[in-house]
Nanobody, 112 residues
Framework: QVQLVESGGGLVQPGGSQRLSCVAS????????LNWHRQAPGKERELVAQ???????NYADSVKGRFTISRDNAKNTVYLQMNNLKPEDTADYYC??????WGQGTQVTVSS
């Protein structure tokens, strides 16, 4: 069964850091392109970061320089390191393997 399971969300103060993890199973992780998306309350889901099987990365302009996506093929895990968090980063964060495999999401709240 193909599955993605996120963890690492929570409450963090503005300017703080958080690392999200997504553990994959049921497919050959080494060859997968993986994305992190987020959906804030009342807004559409947006693509935050991507990492290819060759470790090429892309980021939304809103998170460039603050977020880093990485992967550990030995652990079937993709990470999203989020630094200098802002209240506007508050959202449900989802790991995805395009085009149609999604995790259940993990909530990140940035607030003092």
């Amino acid at each position: 069964q193909v599955q993605l399971v996120e963890s690492g969300g929570g409450l963090v103060q503005p300017g703080g850091s958080q690392r999200l993890s997504c553990v994959a199973s049921g497919f050959d992780f080494r060859f997968a392109r993986l994305n992190w998306h987020r959906q804030a309350p009342g807004k559409e889901r947006e693509l935050v970061a991507q990492i290819s099987s060759t470790y090429t990365t892309n980021y939304a302009d809103s998170v460039k320089g603050r977020f880093t996506i990485s992967r550990d093929n030995a652990k079937n895990t993709v990470y999203l390191q989020m630094n200098n968090l802002k209240p506007e980063d508050t959202a449900d964060y989802y790991c995805a393997m395009p085009p149609a495999i999604w995790g259940q999401g993990t909530q990140v709240t940035v607030s003092s």
